[in-house]
C-alpha cells in the first residue's frame, strides 16, 4: 500500500477521477421582488428625497451611489432569491462618517440596511423594501497587528481573504474561514456571528472577538475596541453586537485574536460506508487525534454529484454512499504524520472507510477542501435552493435528510446533506427548477418543527436575516424573544437599522 502520508497518497486503490459533464448554468432570471414574493408591509419610515441626497453628498463627497446598475448588484443577495428597490447606496470610510449617516437617518426616520460584502444566506444583508443601503466597502484598512499576542484590529470592512493572507504573512492565522471568505467583510462576519470551517478548533467570535468599535441608531459611537484578553468590568457590551445581524448598531472596527499559524497541516479525503460509519470515525479521530484535529466536515454522495457535474471538480476516491474530510494543524510534521497515520490505518482495517486520499502541500490542500467549501456554490447552478441550517444532536444529524427524500419525492430535484460535524451543524439544502410554494409549504414548518423536537437550533450559523425571523420560536422560549425586542427597542427606538430582519414582525 502506497505511503498513507504522502503527499496525494491514496488509502485504497482509486486514481483521481473526473467526471464529464458539460453543465452550463442558463442566464439568470430576474429575481422577483422580495415584497411581492413574501407577506411583508413596508413600516412607516420616510422615503429619501432631492434633500436628503444633497444632505448625504455633503457627509460623503463622492461616496453616494444613484445608479441603478450599480445598485442592481447590491439589491439582491448572492444566492438571488431576494430583491429590495433601494435607490441609494452610501459608501463611508470612517466611523465618524458612519456616525454622521446614522444622525440624520435618525432625525428623519430614514431605514437602513448595513452591507459587507453580501454573502448571507438568509437575506439579511439586502433591502426588503426602499432602505438606504450602507455599505462598509471602502471602510477596509488595518489600523494595527501586535505580533507578539496576535491581536489584530481592523476596519469592518477589510475582507476576510486579505486579512487571512496579512496575518499569515506574520506567522498567524485568522480565528475563522468561511467558503465565502473571498468576498465576506470582517465586520459581517462579526454581526451574523458566522461559524464556518475552523469553528472546532478555535471555537466561536464570541470567544475570539476582543473588542468593537459600533455606531448606534442615532449616531452615538460605542468605543469598545479594546485588546485586552482580559476585562471583567461591567456588562460586556460587545457580545450584544456579535450577531445581532446590523439591528443593534452597525459595526465599523472589530479586534480579535488570532492563533499562531500552524507549522504542519494535513487534510485526509474519506470514504465511509454509512454514516454510522461517519459518527464513529469522528469518535475515533477526537481520541486518536486530539489537539491537532482542527476540522471535520462531512459530506453526502448527491452533494458529491453536485461539485463534479456543476463545477467539474474531480473526486479523489471511489464512489461512497458519505465522504469525510479530517483537518490537522499542529507545530510538528513528525508527529502529526505519525498520529494521522495510526488514525487513518485503524479506520481502514476496521471497515470505516473505504478509501481515501491524503494531502499535505498547498495545492493538493486547496483541491480538497474546494469539494467542500464549493458544494453551496454547485447547489445555486442546480435551480431554486431552499437552504436550512440546523444545530442538531450529532447522532441524529442526518436523520431529517432521509426523512425529507420520503416525504418529497419527486418534487426536489436533490435533498442534500452536508456540514460542520464537529460542531453539530448540518446544512440541509433542497434544489427545484423553479420556487415552488407547495414544496415550501411541505418543507416549512416541519423542518423547524422536527428540529425543535430534538431541541436543536433553527439556525446554527446562519442567523435569521429576513427569512427566518419568523421561526426564532422554535429555538427560543418567549421570555427570551421578548427580551430580546425589548433590547432592540432601547438601542434603536425607531427601529431604523435592518428593519425587517432577525425579531418577529410585532402587531
Not at 454622521?100 to 438568509?122: D, F, K
Not at 415552488?436 to 409549504?441: G, I, Q, T, V, Y
Request: proline share 5%.
Amino acid at each position: 500500500m502506497p505511503s498513507l502520508l504522502s503527499s496525494g497518497g491514496a488509502l485504497g486503490a482509486s486514481p483521481l477521477v473526473r467526471r464529464s459533464s458539460s453543465s452550463t448554468p442558463p442566464a439568470a432570471p430576474e429575481v422577483v421582488l422580495t415584497q411581492q414574493r413574501y407577506p411583508v408591509t413596508r413600516l412607516p419610515f420616510s422615503v429619501v428625497s432631492a434633500e436628503d441626497l444633497a444632505a448625504f453628498e455633503r457627509i460623503l463627497p463622492g461616496g453616494v451611489v444613484t445608479d441603478p446598475e450599480v445598485l442592481e448588484a447590491s439589491n439582491v443577495d448572492w444566492l438571488r432569491t431576494v430583491r429590495g428597490c433601494s435607490k441609494v447606496l452610501l459608501r463611508p470610510r470612517t466611523s465618524q462618517e458612519v456616525a454622521r449617516i446614522l444622525r440624520y437617518c435618525h432625525e428623519r426616520n430614514l431605514a437602513v440596511n448595513p452591507q459587507g460584502g453580501n454573502t448571507g444566506m438568509v437575506g439579511g444583508s439586502v433591502p426588503v423594501f426602499d432602505e438606504i443601503i450602507l455599505s462598509t466597502t471602502l471602510m477596509n484598512q488595518v489600523i494595527s497587528f501586535n505580533s507578539v499576542s496576535g491581536t489584530l484590529v481592523c476596519q469592518a470592512g477589510c475582507v476576510l481573504e486579505e486579512l487571512s493572507r496579512y496575518v499569515e504573512e506574520r506567522g498567524f492565522v485568522m480565528p475563522l474561514d468561511l467558503g465565502a471568505k473571498g468576498s465576506c467583510h470582517i465586520g459581517g462576519n462579526v454581526a451574523t456571528n458566522a461559524g464556518g470551517l475552523r469553528f472546532l478548533r478555535y471555537g466561536s467570535l464570541h470567544g475570539t472577538v476582543l473588542g468593537l468599535e459600533v455606531v448606534l441608531a442615532d449616531g452615538t459611537v460605542l468605543d469598545c475596541l479594546t485588546s485586552l484578553r482580559k476585562d471583567n468590568t461591567g456588562y460586556d457590551l460587545k457580545q450584544l453586537f456579535i450577531g445581532s445581524e446590523g439591528t443593534l448598531g452597525v459595526i465599523t472596527a472589530v479586534s480579535i485574536q488570532c492563533p499562531p499559524k500552524p507549522r504542519a497541516v494535513n487534510v485526509a479525503f474519506l470514504g465511509c460506508p454509512g454514516f454510522a460509519e461517519v459518527l464513529q470515525t469522528f469518535s475515533s479521530g477526537k481520541e486518536l487525534l486530539g489537539e491537532i484535529l482542527s476540522a471535520y466536515e462531512f459530506m453526502d454522495a448527491e452533494c458529491m454529484w453536485l461539485v463534479t457535474h456543476h463545477l467539474r471538480l474531480a473526486s479523489p476516491v471511489q464512489e461512497s454512499p458519505f465522504y469525510v474530510l479530517v483537518e490537522t494543524s499542529g507545530s510538528r510534521a513528525g508527529h502529526d504524520s505519525e498520529k494521522l497515520s495510526d488514525f487513518l490505518e485503524r479506520a481502514l482495517s476496521s471497515g470505516l472507510v473505504t478509501d481515501g486520499t491524503v494531502a499535505t502541500d498547498q495545492t493538493r490542500l486547496k483541491a480538497l477542501w474546494a469539494l467542500r467549501e464549493r458544494i453551496s456554490e454547485a447547489l445555486s447552478r442546480d435551480g431554486y435552493v431552499y437552504k436550512y441550517d440546523l444545530s442538531l444532536p450529532t447522532e441524529r444529524l442526518y436523520d431529517l435528510v432521509s426523512d425529507l427524500r420520503a416525504r418529497l419525492g419527486s418534487q426536489a430535484k436533490h435533498v442534500v446533506g452536508y456540514g460542520h460535524l464537529g460542531d453539530g451543524n448540518l446544512h440541509l439544502n433542497v434544489t427545484s427548477e423553479v420556487f415552488s410554494p407547495s414544496l415550501l409549504a411541505d418543507l416549512e414548518p416541519y423542518v423547524y418543527e422536527w428540529t425543535a423536537r430534538q431541541r436543536g437550533s433553527v439556525s446554527a450559523e446562519h442567523g435569521l436575516g429576513f427569512k427566518k425571523r419568523g421561526v426564532l420560536s422554535y429555538s427560543k422560549p418567549p421570555e427570551a424573544l421578548r427580551l430580546m425586542q425589548q433590547l432592540k427597542a432601547l438601542l434603536d427606538p425607531k427601529g431604523i437599522l435592518n428593519p425587517y430582519k432577525t425579531l418577529p414582525a410585532q402587531a
